[in-house]
């Protein structure tokens, strides 16, 4: 018996030590040789991202000219002074606006730069004085006496970084500084606005991140008319010829996007990385048939077969080859001889002025008549040189709404200074600047997170190093500028946060990301089931017998005791 | 800025779409005398009430007009003068200003009746540029250039490029040497400029933008495909920079062509298939035959005889051969209408010169064939080392297209006699041996020259799953032993690179010179088969280079006035001229497994483990003991019956 019960334990041994060594060695090394690479990911950060709280800062400096302060108020006037404005846009994000005043008199160079006779000079001189960093404001408060504005203008817009205020009426003398700075602090917050930014845009480039509610119709139209922030756009200029037959037209492109394009694009280039070409199409027809209109003699479009116009000339316009950024087509479309001339018409059956129309978000298209350059008699193929003036004063008219440097109307009692030979005031960009950092933020914002979570969800995808590092190094840029954005380097912000765009995109798009995304586990456990089954059988039931054993002896102890 | 005298602005205009009002107006100004004119941008309020009658729901692209105002210079009144036009216009017509084009386009089809009684048609458009793709330079204004094109070649740093798209084989031995050649298939070989650093880095990019341009499959080149041929594929352009480095050659053999192909091809004309010579290009009818080969060729060439002045050409050429016999009932009768089921009524209107020629060599007196309308043009050049004759038809001209306006070429033939030329040149190849473990490519290069012998080179680009033995490599010609004068071997690298051999084999005349290699197949792992595996796998075509000597002296003056279909090889000397002959791709079967195995295999492994490790587990945990022989058969029904009857049992 003793022999006996020694057989049986060495059988029990024996069962336990394999199940030991099946599981001590076995599922480990089969875990190991079948687990997905999966680096690892700041998920700690990028959670901490999905909850944004921006913060935007802009510095303001009101400098006070003779007049407006009497010598004893100067010397208590504050030197600086921040007031703060939050907002919450939805339970993930939260805006909050500080801005930084500071306040001092004007210095003698800029008094008399401020008495000269208008304020475009003013502003001219005042700019050659001092020039200030990207993303800050200097208010000149002038006294209401002042001659630089006309009458019913109270505030002069320059075309740098500076605005001339008036002092109002009501705040001619005897009042304290607190009244004065009272009065002064509305009217400096809507210069703020129109200059820098405004909680419109604002939420508005924030709009990949928060669906806002749909609000009236024109700010939708607004919202989506420009182009989406890209670290590049593609601008091709395509000359539409459909008749070389009768019109042989030449255009000096070079010479034109030279004198024309070239100094906005130079302002913008902080934005984004422009670049140009041309093409002339021939045989590209319109996709509709004007209508021949015989109270006018002219072949008409509609407004409303304009969107069908696009397409068939679309298919031939060809895409960039050579980049993947979005690309800004603006076409010159010359109505051949039968179909001239040819008018676009407004919904109020109006003629369109400048002959011209624009797509949001994809470019513009101008009909450009030539049938008035020849008689009836003239011999075909006629040469025909275009005016480049005029059709470029509206194709830059259409990149700068398809770009979005668009002003919203000014409030009342505000002069804006016609813009320069650049096509941009200073302001404008920064206004721009601002919005796209935020547009930026918000849109490598959600691909990191969204990234995050499918990588979360789905644990076949392999992830391999370089994408890991791609996304700690959107997450460093993206809070690199979150904090620049809170110090009020504006340009700083700018840089890193498209640095950040550029690494969220190149990581979600990888394509190794999809290696083993479509491996179902039915079938790894088919391939396993032949192996795993017979092996794993005979070791539970003989562990369970084990234990029923034990179980029972225990039992019968117990029995014994009693 | 002062120096700017905005003069202001004049007119306001309101547009309006669904309710959007943007006002925008730019004016512009004009310095003293400078042409240097700047644009003012000036917002205003708009004081028109927005309109929201009958508002169409926001659609995803909305029209917007846009509102721009014109200003002529010198105005410096503010008022709404709205209707104001651009009278100073300069776009009178003004002969003198307009500028000189720096691009020419020239189209011309050749038709070449072949002695099977098929047709030979072969399309060429030229459009050359005087521009400057080297060296980083910004191209980005284009006129008769494709910009698809010339962004590639700017962005890739390319200085020449050649591809072709081809179905089904062009059989010399029937038709002749083809005007321009190229392999069943695609094929891309380019040279890139000296600059480029990473060129397989480039190359790997340049095809995949490629593939997108041709809607072809030449993404799938890759490192296992692509070679580096160190001799045969020279710049066909100016330069004379071989360093074979920036130089890659890939074929596709088992690219099928068609439509999606030809439509993009056609896109990069100029006049696209709406006028000229390729309004002939119909698809329907250009695959309905026996070949069909389709190319781009990009490369700098001189623009005069001192190559002073250089500039890019781009020639698209397709090549077709139709099958008479089939098509025409067995009448010997065609026609444009016929061929291409449309006529010709114009030339492209961008084009300098667009030219039909017919090759009328074999037919001096018209006694084999018959030509209508009749032409009195004539024309002669030297082409593939021939002087033939051809009848031309200039489209430019309005007489050309007679009183019905439109051309039909017709052409009856009369007899079905006469011999062809044999072509100096030809090859073919073929793989030998049986089962599916070793075989034997064999290559034979027919030199039908009566008394001269010529060199040749031979490329054999071979994908690595079929393993060269290359100790077994023999030339030999007549029964002797042919020692190559030079040898170029690459030997192939599992999964990265195939076998390059590269061979200069001097032909004697008159002679066959057979090139025998074998190999073994390789067993592929099962992830590496294509979905149909038993169909075989291609093996890419050999290329034979050869000067061939040639009977009339060759015109060595590439920038002479010449027909486009015998200016496509430079001529280097009068003797002899450039050829260039594909042989047959191969098709190999390789060792196929069952794809279902790779289960059945697991299954049956994981059973056999599973039965030694249960009788192994068995032996371990169980104890062994010695039973009591059971009772036996009757002692134990004896014992049921006795149970049965309440006895005790035995």
């Given at each position: 018996?003793?022999?006996?019960l020694n057989?049986l334990?060495?059988?029990?041994l024996?069962?336990?030590?394999?199940?030991?060594?099946?599981?001590?060695?076995?599922?480990?090394?089969w875990?190991?040789?079948?687990?997905?690479?999966?680096?690892w990911?700041p998920v700690?950060?990028?959670?901490?991202?999905a909850?944004?709280?921006?913060q935007l800062?802009a510095?303001?400096e009101?400098v006070?000219a003779?007049?407006?302060?009497?010598?004893?108020?100067?010397?208590?006037?504050?030197?600086?002074q921040?007031?703060?404005?939050?907002h919450?846009?939805?339970?993930?994000?939260?805006?909050r606006?500080r801005?930084?005043t500071?306040?001092?008199?004007?210095t003698i160079?800029e008094?008399?730069?401020?008495?000269q006779?208008?304020?475009?000079?003013?502003d001219?001189s005042?700019?050659t004085?001092s020039?200030?960093?990207c993303?800050?404001l200097v208010?000149?408060?002038?006294?209401e006496?002042s001659t630089?504005l006309?009458?019913?203008?109270?505030?002069?817009?320059?075309?740098r970084r500076?605005a001339l205020?008036?002092?109002?009426a009501q705040?001619?003398v005897g009042?304290?500084?607190e009244?004065l700075?009272?009065h002064l602090?509305?009217?400096i917050?809507?210069?703020l606005?129109v200059?820098?930014?405004?909680?419109?845009?604002?939420?508005?480039?924030l709009?990949?991140r928060?669906?806002?509610?749909?609000?009236?119709?024109?700010?939708?139209a607004d919202?989506?008319?420009?182009?989406?922030?890209?670290?590049?756009?593609?601008?091709t200029?395509s000359?539409?010829?459909?008749?070389?037959?009768?019109?042989r037209?030449?255009w000096d492109?070079?010479g034109?996007v030279?004198?024309y394009?070239?100094?906005?694009l130079?302002?913008?280039?902080?934005?984004a990385?422009?670049?140009i070409?041309?093409?002339?199409?021939?045989?590209?027809?319109l996709?509709?048939n004007?209508?021949?209109?015989?109270?006018r003699?002219?072949y008409t479009?509609?407004?409303?077969s304009?969107?069908?116009?696009?397409?068939?000339?679309?298919?031939r316009?060809?895409s960039?080859?050579a980049s993947s950024?979005?690309?800004?087509?603006?076409?010159?479309y010359v109505?051949?001889?039968?179909?001239?001339?040819?008018?676009?018409h407004d919904?109020k059956?109006?003629?369109?002025?400048?002959?011209a129309?624009h797509?949001?978000?994809w470019g513009?298209?101008?009909?450009?008549?030539?049938?008035?350059?020849?008689g009836?008699?003239?011999?075909?193929?006629?040469?025909?040189?275009i005016?480049?003036?005029?059709?470029m004063?509206?194709f830059?008219a259409?990149l700068?709404?398809?770009?979005?440097?668009?002003?919203?109307a000014p409030p009342?009692?505000?002069l804006?200074a016609p813009c320069?030979s650049t096509g941009l005031?200073?302001w404008?960009?920064?206004?721009?600047?601002?919005?796209?950092?935020?547009e930026?933020?918000?849109?490598?914002?959600?691909?990191?997170?969204?990234?995050?979570?499918l990588l979360d969800?789905?644990?076949?995808?392999?992830i391999?190093?370089?994408?890991?590092?791609?996304?700690?190094?959107a997450?460093?840029?993206l809070?690199?500028?979150?904090?620049e954005l809170e110090?009020g380097n504006?340009?700083?912000?700018l840089?890193?946060s498209k640095?950040?765009?550029?690494?969220?995109?190149?990581?979600?798009f990888d394509p190794?990301?999809?290696?083993l995304?479509?491996?179902?586990?039915?079938?790894?456990f088919?391939?396993?089931i032949p192996?795993f089954?017979?092996?794993?059988v005979?070791i539970?039931?003989?562990?369970?017998?084990?234990?029923?054993e034990?179980?029972q002896?225990?039992?019968?102890?117990?029995?014994?005791?009693? | 800025?002062a120096?700017?005298?905005c003069?202001?602005?004049?007119?306001l205009l309101?547009?309006c779409?669904l309710s959007?009002?943007?006002?925008?107006?730019?004016?512009?100004?004009?310095?003293n005398?400078?042409?240097?004119?700047t644009?003012?941008?000036?917002?205003?309020?708009?004081?028109g009430?927005a309109e929201q009658?009958?508002?169409?729901?926001?659609?995803?692209?909305r029209?917007?007009a846009?509102?721009?105002?014109?200003?002529?210079?010198?105005d410096?009144?503010?008022?709404?003068?709205?209707?104001?036009?651009?009278?100073?216009?300069p776009?009178?017509?003004?002969?003198?200003?307009?500028p000189q084009?720096?691009?020419?386009f020239q189209?011309e089809?050749?038709?070449?009746?072949l002695?099977?009684?098929?047709?030979?048609?072969?399309?060429?458009?030229?459009t050359?540029?005087e521009?400057d793709?080297m060296?980083g330079n910004?191209v980005?204004?284009?006129?008769l250039?494709?910009k698809s094109?010339g962004?590639v070649?700017s962005?890739?740093?390319?200085?020449e490029?050649?591809i072709?798209?081809t179905?089904g084989?062009?059989r010399?031995?029937q038709w002749?040497?083809?005007?321009q050649p190229?392999?069943?298939?695609?094929?891309?070989?380019?040279?890139f400029?000296?600059?480029?650093?990473?060129?397989d880095?480039?190359w790997k990019?340049?095809t995949?933008v490629?593939?997108?341009i041709?809607?072809a499959?030449l993404n799938?080149i890759?490192?296992?495909?692509?070679?580096q041929?160190?001799?045969?594929f020279k710049?066909?352009?100016?330069?004379?920079?071989?360093?074979?480095r920036f130089l890659r050659?890939a074929?596709?053999?088992?690219?099928?062509?068609?439509t999606?192909n030809?439509?993009?091809?056609k896109?990069?004309?100029?006049?696209?298939?709406?006028?000229?010579?390729?309004?002939?290009?119909?698809?329907e009818k250009?695959?309905h035959?026996s070949?069909?080969s389709?190319?781009?060729h990009i490369?700098p060439v001189?623009?005069?005889?001192?190559c002073k002045?250089?500039?890019w050409?781009l020639?698209?050429t397709?090549?077709?051969?139709?099958?008479?016999h089939n098509?025409?009932?067995g009448?010997?009768?065609?026609?444009l209408?016929k061929?291409?089921?449309?006529t010709?009524?114009?030339?492209?209107?961008?084009a300098s010169?667009?030219?039909?020629?017919?090759d009328?060599?074999?037919n001096?007196q018209?006694?084999q064939?018959?030509?209508?309308?009749?032409t009195?043009?004539?024309?002669q050049?030297v082409?593939?080392?021939?002087?033939?004759?051809?009848?031309?038809?200039?489209l430019?001209?309005?007489?050309?297209?007679?009183?019905v306006r439109?051309?039909?070429?017709?052409?009856?033939?009369?007899?079905?006699?006469g011999d062809?030329?044999?072509p100096?040149?030809?090859a073919?190849?073929?793989v030998?041996?049986?089962?599916l473990?070793?075989?034997?490519?064999?290559?034979l290069m027919?030199?039908?020259?009566?008394y001269?012998?010529?060199p040749?080179l031979?490329l054999?680009?071979?994908?690595w799953y079929?393993?060269?033995?290359i100790h077994?490599l023999?030339?030999?010609s007549?029964?002797?032993?042919?020692?190559p004068?030079y040898i170029?071997y690459?030997?192939?690298?599992?999964?990265?690179?195939?076998?390059?051999l590269?061979?200069l084999?001097?032909?004697?005349?008159?002679?066959?010179?057979?090139?025998t290699v074998?190999?073994?197949?390789?067993l592929?792992?099962w992830?590496?088969?294509?979905?149909?595996?038993n169909?075989?796998f291609?093996v890419?075509?050999?290329v034979?280079?050869?000067l061939v000597p040639s009977i009339?002296?060759?015109?060595t003056?590439s920038?002479?006035e010449r027909?486009?279909f015998?200016?496509f090889?430079?001529?280097?000397?009068?003797?002899?001229y450039?050829v260039?002959v594909?042989?047959?791709?191969?098709l190999?079967?390789?060792?196929t497994?069952?794809?279902?195995?790779p289960?059945n295999v697991?299954?049956?492994t994981c059973t056999?483990v599973?039965?030694?490790?249960?009788?192994?587990?068995n032996?371990?945990t169980?104890?062994f003991?010695i039973?009591e022989?059971?009772?036996g058969?009757?002692k134990?029904?004896a014992?049921i019956i006795?149970?049965?009857?309440?006895?005790?049992?035995?």
């Amino acid at each position: 018996l003793a022999l006996k019960l020694n057989v049986l334990k060495r059988g029990q041994l024996a069962a336990l030590s394999i199940a030991a060594v099946v599981i001590i060695v076995g599922v480990p090394l089969w875990w190991r040789t079948t687990e997905t690479y999966r680096a690892w990911l700041p998920v700690n950060q990028i959670n901490e991202l999905a909850n944004l709280q921006l913060q935007l800062s802009a510095d303001v400096e009101v400098v006070f000219a003779r007049g407006t302060v009497t010598p004893e108020q100067q010397k208590k006037v504050p030197l600086t002074q921040t007031q703060d404005e939050e907002h919450t846009v939805d339970e993930d994000t939260a805006l909050r606006y500080r801005y930084e005043t500071k306040y001092r008199t004007a210095t003698i160079m800029e008094e008399d730069a401020l008495n000269q006779p208008t304020a475009a000079e003013a502003d001219l001189s005042l700019h050659t004085l001092s020039e200030s960093p990207c993303g800050s404001l200097v208010v000149y408060v002038i006294p209401e006496s002042s001659t630089l504005l006309p009458e019913d203008v109270d505030v002069y817009i320059g075309q740098r970084r500076t605005a001339l205020l008036r002092i109002g009426a009501q705040m001619r003398v005897g009042r304290t500084l607190e009244q004065l700075l009272a009065h002064l602090e509305p009217r400096i917050k809507q210069v703020l606005q129109v200059m820098s930014f405004s909680h419109t845009d604002i939420t508005a480039a924030l709009s990949d991140r928060v669906r806002l509610s749909p609000g009236n119709k024109e700010s939708i139209a607004d919202s989506m008319r420009a182009f989406k922030s890209s670290p590049g756009y593609e601008i091709t200029f395509s000359l539409l010829n459909p008749d070389p037959k009768s019109h042989r037209v030449h255009w000096d492109i070079e010479g034109a996007v030279q004198t024309y394009i070239q100094p906005l694009l130079t302002k913008l280039a902080p934005l984004a990385n422009f670049s140009i070409d041309s093409q002339t199409l021939y045989y590209a027809m319109l996709g509709v048939n004007p209508r021949y209109d015989s109270s006018r003699s002219a072949y008409t479009l509609n407004s409303d077969s304009l969107a069908h116009v696009i397409n068939p000339v679309e298919a031939r316009l060809g895409s960039n080859a050579a980049s993947s950024n979005p690309v800004l087509n603006f076409l010159l479309y010359v109505p051949d001889a039968h179909h001239s001339p040819l008018h676009i018409h407004d919904h109020k059956k109006q003629e369109v002025l400048s002959n011209a129309f624009h797509s949001p978000r994809w470019g513009g298209i101008m009909v450009y008549n030539v049938n008035g350059f020849y008689g009836p008699e003239a011999v075909f193929p006629v040469d025909i040189n275009i005016n480049m003036a005029k059709v470029m004063g509206v194709f830059l008219a259409q990149l700068r709404l398809l770009l979005g440097v668009q002003s919203s109307a000014p409030p009342p009692g505000f002069l804006v200074a016609p813009c320069s030979s650049t096509g941009l005031a200073d302001w404008e960009l920064d206004r721009l600047m601002w919005s796209r950092t935020v547009e930026n933020v918000a849109t490598a914002t959600t691909t990191i997170t969204s990234l995050a979570q499918l990588l979360d969800q789905i644990g076949n995808i392999v992830i391999n190093d370089n994408i890991a590092q791609q996304v700690s190094s959107a997450v460093t840029s993206l809070q690199l500028a979150v904090a620049e954005l809170e110090a009020g380097n504006l340009g700083f912000a700018l840089q890193y946060s498209k640095e950040a765009i550029l690494a969220s995109e190149r990581a979600f798009f990888d394509p190794s990301l999809l290696h083993l995304l479509y491996f179902p586990d039915d079938q790894k456990f088919a391939i396993y089931i032949p192996l795993f089954l017979p092996m794993c059988v005979p070791i539970l039931l003989s562990l369970l017998k084990i234990v029923s054993e034990a179980r029972q002896k225990r039992r019968e102890r117990q029995a014994k005791k009693d | 800025m002062a120096a700017h005298r905005c003069s202001n602005c004049a007119a306001l205009l309101i547009l309006c779409s669904l309710s959007v009002f943007i006002v925008v107006d730019s004016q512009e100004t004009t310095l003293n005398g400078g042409h240097h004119a700047t644009t003012v941008h000036n917002p205003q309020t708009t004081t028109g009430t927005a309109e929201q009658t009958a508002e169409p729901a926001v659609e995803e692209r909305r029209w917007e007009a846009t509102a721009v105002e014109e200003a002529t210079p010198d105005d410096d009144d503010d008022a709404a003068a709205s209707d104001k036009q651009d009278t100073s216009a300069p776009e009178t017509v003004d002969p003198s200003s307009v500028p000189q084009p720096k691009d020419d386009f020239q189209e011309e089809l050749v038709i070449r009746p072949l002695h099977s009684g098929d047709i030979y048609a072969s399309f060429q458009f030229r459009t050359v540029w005087e521009t400057d793709f080297m060296r980083g330079n910004k191209v980005s204004h284009y006129r008769l250039f494709p910009k698809s094109l010339g962004q590639v070649i700017s962005k890739f740093s390319v200085r020449e490029l050649h591809i072709s798209f081809t179905q089904g084989y062009w059989r010399t031995m029937q038709w002749g040497q083809p005007f321009q050649p190229s392999p069943p298939g695609a094929e891309l070989w380019v040279w890139f400029q000296d600059s480029v650093t990473d060129v397989d880095g480039t190359w790997k990019e340049l095809t995949n933008v490629l593939s997108g341009i041709f809607c072809a499959s030449l993404n799938f080149i890759d490192s296992t495909n692509t070679v580096q041929p160190s001799a045969s594929f020279k710049p066909l352009g100016i330069g004379n920079e071989t360093d074979h480095r920036f130089l890659r050659y890939a074929t596709l053999p088992r690219e099928i062509v068609c439509t999606e192909n030809l439509t993009p091809w056609k896109k990069l004309l100029p006049c696209g298939s709406k006028a000229g010579l390729a309004v002939l290009l119909k698809s329907e009818k250009l695959f309905h035959s026996s070949f069909h080969s389709q190319a781009v060729h990009i490369r700098p060439v001189c623009q005069d005889w001192q190559c002073k002045t250089t500039s890019w050409e781009l020639r698209q050429t397709l090549n077709v051969v139709f099958d008479l016999h089939n098509s025409a009932q067995g009448k010997r009768e065609w026609s444009l209408f016929k061929m291409f089921s449309r006529t010709l009524t114009e030339a492209c209107p961008l084009a300098s010169s667009s030219k039909i020629y017919i090759d009328i060599t074999d037919n001096p007196q018209g006694e084999q064939f018959e030509v209508s309308p009749a032409t009195p043009l004539l024309s002669q050049a030297v082409v593939l080392g021939d002087r033939r004759t051809f009848s031309v038809y200039d489209l430019t001209q309005q007489i050309t297209f007679g009183t019905v306006r439109s051309l039909n070429l017709l052409i009856r033939w009369k007899s079905s006699e006469g011999d062809m030329l044999r072509p100096l040149l030809h090859a073919e190849r073929y793989v030998a041996g049986y089962g599916l473990q070793t075989g034997e490519i064999h290559t034979l290069m027919y030199n039908n020259h009566p008394y001269r012998s010529f060199p040749v080179l031979l490329l054999d680009s071979v994908p690595w799953y079929l393993r060269l033995y290359i100790h077994t490599l023999t030339v030999t010609s007549k029964g002797k032993d042919n020692k190559p004068s030079y040898i170029h071997y690459q030997p192939s690298k599992d999964r990265l690179r195939p076998h390059l051999l590269e061979m200069l084999v001097q032909l004697p005349p008159n002679s066959v010179t057979e090139v025998t290699v074998q190999f073994e197949r390789a067993l592929l792992k099962w992830t590496e088969y294509t979905p149909d595996p038993n169909h075989g796998f291609y093996v890419g075509s050999s290329v034979i280079s050869s000067l061939v000597p040639s009977i009339v002296a060759m015109d060595t003056n590439s920038t002479r006035e010449r027909p486009l279909f015998s200016s496509f090889f430079p001529c280097k000397e009068e003797s002899s001229y450039f050829v260039r002959v594909y042989t047959e791709p191969l098709l190999v079967n390789l060792p196929t497994p069952d794809f279902s195995m790779p289960y059945n295999v697991i299954c049956l492994t994981c059973t056999v483990v599973a039965v030694g490790y249960g009788s192994l587990y068995n032996l371990l945990t169980r104890s062994f003991q010695i039973e009591e022989p059971s009772p036996g058969l009757a002692k134990r029904i004896a014992n049921i019956i006795r149970k049965m009857r309440g006895v005790p049992p035995l």
